[in-house]
């Protein structure tokens, strides 16, 4: 059974910075691909980033040169590290997992996930992060 439990949300300041954890448990960590998303509250869940098999990473417009996803094959976790947070990015953040992503995959995931569509096999409990200007 495909585990998956993120760790790492809390509450900082405009311009801050946070790392988030997603540890992982149940199945063949690299043969998949990896994402985070993130649920505001009134908003659909979006695509934030996502990261292939081969390391290769996707971000969202609304993200990138901000954030960075990598994953510790190792240790079966996957990291997302957050900087220069906005109160834009206040929201619920969800790892996820696609056990069997076609290429191209992960990159759609983390630019046109809106809530529908994929198949994705797996998803974390959440955790949230809190913004405040």
């Known amino acids: 059974q495909v585990r998956l439990v993120e760790s790492g949300g809390g509450s900082v300041q405009s311009g801050g910075s946070l790392r988030l954890s997603c540890a992982a448990s149940g199945y063949t960590y690299n043969t998949d691909c990896m994402g985070w998303f993130r649920q505001a509250p009134g908003k659909e869940r979006e695509g934030v980033a996502g990261?292939?098999?081969?390391?290769?990473?996707s971000y969202a417009d609304s993200v990138k040169g901000r954030f960075t996803i990598s994953r510790d094959n190792a240790e079966n976790t996957l990291y997302l590290r957050m900087n220069a947070l906005s109160p834009e990015d206040t929201a619920m953040y969800y790892c996820?997992?696609?056990?069997?992503?076609?290429?191209?995959?992960?990159?759609?995931?983390?630019?046109?996930?809106?809530?529908?569509?994929?198949?994705?096999?797996?998803w974390g409990q959440g955790t949230l992060v809190i913004v405040s200007s």
């Open positions: 990261i292939d098999i081969n390391g290769t990473p």
């Open positions: 996820a997992a696609d056990l069997s992503a076609p290429p191209g995959t992960c990159a759609w995931y983390a630019t046109q996930y809106h809530g529908t569509g994929g198949a994705l096999d797996a």
